[in-house]
């Protein structure tokens, strides 16, 4: 593969990586808990440094590289998502708990 050809592939890895952020946010519940750009951002970042640390198994003939980065993207942004989203639920019900003298 030409060098140009790698420098576009990483840009379309990256772009599906947040795609599959943004499908991620609208699936799992508890959306309310985080901003927008949140899984998107992790599903881009992920998908781009799996694709390129790939690249070097690539040589070896390791045919797998989008498929490896995207599973990345998707697990990453699960897996987030989750977590913010009960971390941050259960901090807001001890903040409110705390703010309202043990009456809420």
Do not use: N
């Not at 772009?15 to 959306?31: D, E």
């Amino acid at each position: 593969m030409e060098t140009a050809d790698l420098d576009l592939s990483l840009v379309y890895v990256t772009v599906v990586g947040a795609s599959l952020g943004v499908i991620t946010r609208f699936v799992l519940p508890g959306r309310h808990t985080y901003g927008f750009v949140l899984l998107p951002a992790i599903g881009a970042a992920v998908s781009a440094a799996i694709w390129v640390s790939v690249q070097w198994f690539a040589l070896l003939g390791f045919p797998l590289d989008w498929v490896a980065a995207l599973a990345g993207a998707l697990v990453a942004s699960v897996v987030v998502a989750l977590l913010v989203s009960r971390t941050r639920t259960e901090s807001d019900a001890r903040e409110l708990h705390v703010l309202s003298g043990g009456k809420a």
